[in-house]
């Protein structure tokens, strides 16, 4: 009889062991999807803060571009007029010259 009880308190004490083991593997496993979930969010937010560093870093890149273009461009600019005003200077020294010719010292 002694021993009936034992073996049915072993039973017993292997089903509440059972059921503590399904228990803490439940609690695992939502701890586990909470923390899975939370890391998502964390990855996210980095993948954004990042992209947005990125964004604005190609942004400065582009303003810095266009700045260096627009002083290159007026470098030109002011580089062409000075050749095309050296040239106008050298016609009109060339006109003045063939009309000096043609009509004389009059």
Same mark, same amino acid.
């Not at 803060?49 to 604005?56: G, P, T, V």
């Given at each position: ?50 992209? =947005?560093?990125? !964004? ?9 571009m266009? !700045? ?12 062409? =007029? =000075? ?5 106008? =200077? ?16 009059s």
């Amino acid at each position: 009889m002694n021993m009936i009880a034992e073996v049915k308190k072993i039973e017993q004490e292997a089903r509440d062991l059972e059921k503590h083991y399904k228990e803490k593997l439940d609690e695992m496993e939502k701890h586990t999807g909470s923390r899975i979930v939370e890391m998502k969010d964390i990855i996210e937010k980095d993948l954004n803060a990042y992209q =947005s560093e990125q !964004d604005e870093l190609k942004r400065q890149k582009l303003e810095m571009m266009k !700045d260096e273009l627009k002083l290159e461009e007026t470098k030109e600019k002011a580089a062409l =007029s =000075s050749l095309y005003d050296k040239k106008h =200077s050298k016609l009109v020294d060339i006109v003045i010259e063939e009309v000096i010719k043609q009509y004389g010292n009059s």
